[in-house]
Structure formats: C-alpha cells, structure tokens
C-alpha cells in the first residue's frame, strides 16, 4: 500500500475508532475516452524525471494541486523543478494538455527530512503547490475549487497508480471513515502513484476538492488512506509563493509551451515508481 505507516494501529484507531465499518464502495473505472474524461481534465500525472510520478490537479490555470512528499527525494533534498511536467488528462499517452513547472513549493509546516514516521503532522501538512511555466486555460481543463469538507461521509478520488499509470482511474463512491484535528481518512482504493490525488466532494453538483492523498495502509482486513483539509493550507501555499518563499526552485529554461502529445513522439509512456514519504 501507500508509504507504510509505522504504528499504523494506533493512528488508525485515534483517527476513525477501532472496529471501522467498511462499507461496500464502488470499484475503479478506468478513463480512457473523451465522454469519461470531460469532467476529469484538470486532473493529471506529475511526472518526476524518470523516478517516478504522482497524481495533481489544477486549481489555477497555472496551479497544480499535489502531495509535498512528490517534491522529494528518499533523502529529503528536493526534486530539481525542471524535471517535473504536469500532464493533465493523461491517458494512454495523450495528454489534453502539458506544461513544465516553474517553480515549487510545499508547506512550511511540512518536515521533508522524515524520519521513518508518517503521522498526524506528516499528513496533515503534506501539500504542496507547483507554478506551470505555461498556464492552461480553463476552456481546455478547467480548475477545481478547493473546499472544506461537507457532512457528508460519500466522496470520490480520481488517480494515477502503479498499474494504472497510463490513464486516470475514477472510484465514484468510497467512505468517510473519519475525521478529526484537520485530517480525514477514507476508505479509497489507492496505490502507489496516487500520491497528491484529489479527494472530491460530488454532493453540490460539480465535484469540489476537500483534502489530497497523503499515505495509506490495511487496517482490520480492510484499506485506509489518509488527506487533510485543505483551504487553510492552499492559501498558505499561495502566499508563499507570492512572498517567494519555501520555494523548493525555479526552473531555468521553463521548456515548452502547452501541447498535445501523442504516442510515439518520444516522451516517457510511464512504468514509473511511487514516489514514497521520505524515511520510507
């Protein structure tokens, strides 16, 4: 599963009791024609290099959504920015759009250097924001709003994984499992390479993103992932980026402008890793 959690037992029963009732969700659908991915195409892969990608989403037309762990390296130095690309819509290799990232940056809370734990602070502030050198306008993907969770205990992920890495896979219905001190856990079947995916709320008409995929395990025979609430740390993020600050870099050649792209034009098709939590 996701990044292993070390004394995942006790998290698990603080954060969502100790004899959850898993509930039957839906199963994954794979997204590959342009009727299934209309409502998903702000959602793409973060490929890192060639070690490996994650799942973001835009939320700007030059802001990209994702985990702050997907920055680093399993050493805590950060990611040269100039390999990373957003990828939205991504599926089987044509993307709606793409651009290169200009710069970088994860939450000043999070502690990139880890240290073998993956626990309520390292989840709570694990987001992270990229800046796209070439902005994609909203008539081609247009950005989610990010919103505080409902009361709701129904919610959606759509995600790249190991496996899966060559489209987007949709989980119309998975649970609430729990909430509590800014950190939700959902009973979502994600993977390796769903880190940064987002969580939506579908209950007001157009889906709405209420927290990201941080980490995961198995509990009492069944599966957790853990996010976070989000629009305290998005607009710390922002401001960040206003103030310059805690900025993991900037890309000296911004690369090329957005694009379509097609099999066999060159580009990496995938077979990527999950980017693990550093200590992990």
Partial sequence: MIAPLLRLSLFVAALIGCQPAWAQNSGLERLTRPDQIVSWK??????????????????????????????????????????????????????????????????????????????????????????????????IAPPFSVERPGNGTEVSVVSYARGRSEALSWQR??????????????????????????????????????SLISGGGTYNDGVVAFGMELPSLVSDLKAQLRADRSVIGAATKPGASVRRIAVGSGERAGGARFLKAPGN
């Fill in 42 to 139: 702000a959602v793409g892969r973060v490929d890192i290099g060639r070690s490996g990608f994650c799942t973001g989403t835009l939320i700007a037309p030059d802001l990209v959504l994702t985990a702050a762990h997907c920055l680093f390296d399993e050493q805590g130095k950060p990611r040269p920015v100039d390999t990373l690309m957003f990828r939205a819509g991504y599926a089987d290799g044509v993307s709606i759009a793409e651009s290169r990232v200009l710069r970088a940056t994860a939450h000043e809370s999070y502690d990139h250097r880890g240290d073998g734990k993956i626990e309520g602070k390292e989840i709570r502030y694990d987001v992270a924001l990229l800046q796209l050198a070439d902005p994609i306008q909203p008539t």
């Fill in 173 to 210: 219905n998975c649970t609430v499992l729990g909430r509590q001190a800014g950190l939700i856990a959902v009973d979502c079947d994600v993977t390796f390479g769903s880190s940064g995916a987002p969580v939506f709320d579908r209950s007001q008409g157009r889906a709405r993103i209420v």
